[in-house]
């Protein structure tokens, strides 16, 4: 196997998942990349479900959308044109709209899309991101939540995203931290046996990808971006805040800027 960032074959086996542990992955020790096998198959159909009003100001997925939109605010002192790829059901949009931006969003479900364009008269365009043909409008800020480690091909990925930016454009992502303490701490009790994963029939991987800070700085470091911002984020109810502010969450939220 070659790794999908750096194309070494420097790879060792780093963990598995599934009841049989057929799933593999295994992490490049020269870019630090955690690379699943793709042999094994993939899964990306489990992520749909019912669409959440926006308005539900406390539904945990809305308040995940402020957080995003929260970070913004703290560390972007334009407006712009904005692109949110996977808008889900629009809510980061409609926050952005509301605080001066012009915005798009994208997103792959057609029910997701077409009730965002109804209720809130927002353009969504309904496509793959990665198979998608933009036209010439480049964007001031484009964001890409819990997607990157979906894509088999981050350098693609980032390039087709810094195609889509103007000059000194940033680019706000957020995806798991796979060395994050949470991560770590769950991998340690496996490997000693104190910890072991139920997994559902026919449970496959949705990740094709896992990322470090140091894997995710490799990645910018070949597709001209600069790491402005990185902090770690938790979703679990409660911890949210302090987990962020102790900067121990186990996913990343981060704000790049083209160079
Ligand atoms: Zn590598």
Known sequence: MICRLCDTDNLKFYYSQGNSNQYKFYKCKT???VNYDLAGGLDQEKYG???ITPALEKHKQNLTQRATFEFIRQHIDITGRALDIGC???KLLLLLRDSGWDVTGMELLESYAKKIIEDYKIEIIIADFLQYCFDNHKYDLVLLKHVLEH???PILTMTKLNNL????GYLIMEFPNIESLEFKFKRLLSRV???RKKY???YKPGHCNEFSKDAFKYLLNLTGFDLIIWELYSNKAGS???FTKLNIGSKARVLVKKK
Do not use: E, I, T
Not at 165 to 168: E, Q, T
């Open 31 to 33: 870019c630090g990349l």
């Open 49 to 51: 479900g019912k669409y």
């Open 88 to 90: 889900g059901n629009g």
């Open 151 to 153: 894509l088999p091909d």
């Open 165 to 168: 930016l103007k000059d000194g």
């Open 193 to 195: 046996g104190l910890y």
């Open 200 to 202: 559902r029939a026919g």
């Open 240 to 242: 949210s805040k302090l």
